[in-house]
Each structure stands twice: as C-alpha cells, then as structure tokens.
C-alpha cells in the first residue's frame, strides 16, 4: 500500500507560490527524504501532508485518507515532529508525553504502558521525571520523536530532526530513527538541510527547489545521473600534452589541466582509469599521484538548483530566523 500519495500539490500565500505543482508517492516502510533550501517548500508540504494546511489545489493522501476530507483520519494515522519545538519547558519529559497520549485520547492504561516503551526507546527513562528545560537540544529533540510516536503512528513526519545538533548527537537521533523503522515498521518522511545524512538514512529522496520537485530516487540513482565520478592524476616526465592524452578516451565529460596535474570527469571512474593509465604509461610518463572521487550528494543538489545548500544554511538570517522561531514558541 502507498503509505503518502500526493498528487499535483499547489500552495499560495499571497503573492508567494510557495508549491508549484509537487507529486510524489511514498510505499509503506520507506524513509523518504525532502531535500531543498530554505524556502523550498518542505514544511509546506509537511503542513499539507498533517492536514496543518489546505493545498490552494492538487490533493494528497496519507494511508489511504485524502487530507483534505478525512482530517481527522489522516492525524489518527501520523505523527508530527515540527521545526520548531513544542515540548512545553516547564513541565517533565512525562508529563509531556501522558499530555500527548490524552491529546490523542489514548486510554490511559494502554497510554502509560506505551509511554514507557517510548522512553526506552529513545533513552530518556532517567530523565522523564526532570523538568524539559534542564535538557539538553538533543534530549528535547527524543522526547520529540517519543511524543509523536505515544499513539502508535503509521507514517513519522519529521522536519529538520536535527538541525542545530552537533554532529554526535545528530548521529544518535539517526540511530533511534533507524531502530523506530524497524522496531515500529514506520514509513517516515523527512526533510533536511544535510546531505551526508539525507545519503546515509534515507531510502529515497526528492530534491525541492522553489516548490517544484527537480528530481527523485535512491541516493545511488540521483548520483549516477546527476553527479559524476572524478579521476584526478599527477605525472612527472617530460614535454607531455596531457589535454592531447585524453582526448577520445569514452566516458570522459570534462578535462581540466594544471601544470603537471590533470582532473577529469567521468561518467564510471573505475572503467576509464585503466585506459588513463595505460596512456600515460605508453607516453613514457610517470604517474606519481592517483585520486579518484565518487559523486556526493552536494554535488547532484548543485547540479540540479545552481546553489549549494551550505551557502544557506550558515547565513546570519537563518540562524537568526530559527532562534526567533524557538523564542515564540517558548514565548
Ligand atoms: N504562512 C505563510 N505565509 C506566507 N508565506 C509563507 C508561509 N509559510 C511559508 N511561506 C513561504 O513559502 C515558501 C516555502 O516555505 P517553507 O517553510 O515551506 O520552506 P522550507 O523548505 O521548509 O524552508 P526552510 O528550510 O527554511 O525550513 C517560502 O517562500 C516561505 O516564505
Ligand atoms: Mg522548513
């Protein structure tokens, strides 16, 4: 069954098209990954997908239930962990979660066992009794992912689960998503800035950009068709015309050629090198480095929106941004 269907989705604020015709399906069980700048439309699509918001036009469909008429059923089957905090700092990690299982109107005993399989799950049965505002970012974020989780959900929506984290607690959240995927048989669809961790986690992604879906697959397809393979080689000899050496050698897309140093692009790295070699060797040359480098995800997000996700992500604005946003909700 298609866990997510979401079909032509177009959303206007204003004068701003925030989505612009997006479609993508989801199969039970999949981490699905969305992956764009700031303003993409990535919580857009989320708000849709939880019923927060009406799409201006298109429809979607979350375990079967259209979000658009059968509200109720599509929150009945999701959970939500925003952007933005909402765990309330001031009463304890319990007290939050029997919140979230009386919002969701577990009964109460099913609720308290439940709740306690959820703290363990993400580790923070020590410290449930503890006020949230002595956690730390990374323990907020678990106690997060335990309170969409209370009523037993069918699909996990998670928006930036870890931005702001350092790079260990980063890998920690992962490791406890990971384990809900398969301890839970989750379909969860994620949204991140970071691409080493969109690569490593997610079995399929969708690359967003100003509210359009510029390309979709596993990381491994979105690499082989966007992304190239680079062959980078240092010879020593004499008199030698390397942009002479290469040419006509099949695979190779672009040559670029400094001093005694050549870096080539290719479509399959380890079919071409051999020949590159053999070339060399045949024209009396020594090679005296050899570095060949696979394609990452950057480099197909660059290929496919002109911009790197890095240059973004760090501005002063965002930074400032995401720290009001957390105020409010504090507030
Ligand atoms: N409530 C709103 N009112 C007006 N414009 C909005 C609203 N929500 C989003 N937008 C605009 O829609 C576009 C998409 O925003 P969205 O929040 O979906 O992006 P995003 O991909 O989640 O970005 P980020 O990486 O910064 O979280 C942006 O131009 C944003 O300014
Ligand atoms: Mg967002």
Aim: include cysteine.
């Amino acid at each position: 069954m298609r866990a997510i269907e979401a079909e032509g989705l177009r959303k206007v604020f204003g004068r701003v098209v925030a989505l612009d015709g997006v479609s993508f399906t989801v199969e039970e069980g999949e981490v699905f990954g969305l992956l764009g700048p700031n303003g993409a439309g990535k919580t857009t699509t989320i708000s849709i997908l939880t019923t927060l918001i009406r799409p201006t036009s298109g429809s979607a469909r979350v375990w079967g239930y259209d979000v658009r008429t059968e509200t109720s059923k599509v929150r009945s089957v999701i959970g939500l962990v925003p952007q933005d905090l909402t765990v309330d700092d001031e009463l304890t990690g319990l007290e939050n979660l029997r919140l979230m299982a009386a919002l969701y109107h577990v009964p109460k005993d099913v609720a308290e066992r439940r709740i306690e399989e959820v703290l363990e799950l993400v580790d923070l049965k020590e410290a449930a009794g503890r006020r949230v505002e002595t956690y730390s970012g990374g323990m907020r974020k678990r106690l997060e992912l335990a309170a969409a989780l209370v009523h037993r959900p069918k699909v996990l929506f998670l928006d930036e689960p870890t931005l702001g984290l350092d790079v260990q607690t980063r890998a920690h959240i992962w490791d406890y998503i990971r384990r809900l995927v398969r301890e839970e048989q989750l379909t969860v669809l994620m949204t991140t800035h970071y691409m080493d961790e969109a690569d490593a986690n997610c079995d399929r992604i969708a690359v967003i950009d100003r509210g359009r879906i510029m390309a979709i697959g596993t990381p491994r397809e979105l690499k082989v068709k966007h992304g190239s393979d680079v062959i980078e080689l240092e010879v020593q000899g004499d008199g030698f015309d390397l942009q002479n050496l290469v040419k006509g050698v099949e695979g190779v897309t672009d040559v670029r050629v400094s001093g005694n140093r050549i870096s080539v692009r290719v479509v399959r790295g380890e079919e071409v090198l051999p020949e590159l070699m053999r070339r060399m060797i045949s024209s009396g040359l020594s090679v005296s480095r050899i570095e060949m480098r696979r394609p990452t995800l950057d480099e197909v997000f660059i290929a496919l929106t002109g911009r790197s996700i890095r240059e973004e992500q760090g501005s002063w604005e965002e930074v400032f941004r995401q720290s009001m946003n957390v105020r409010r909700v504090r507030a």
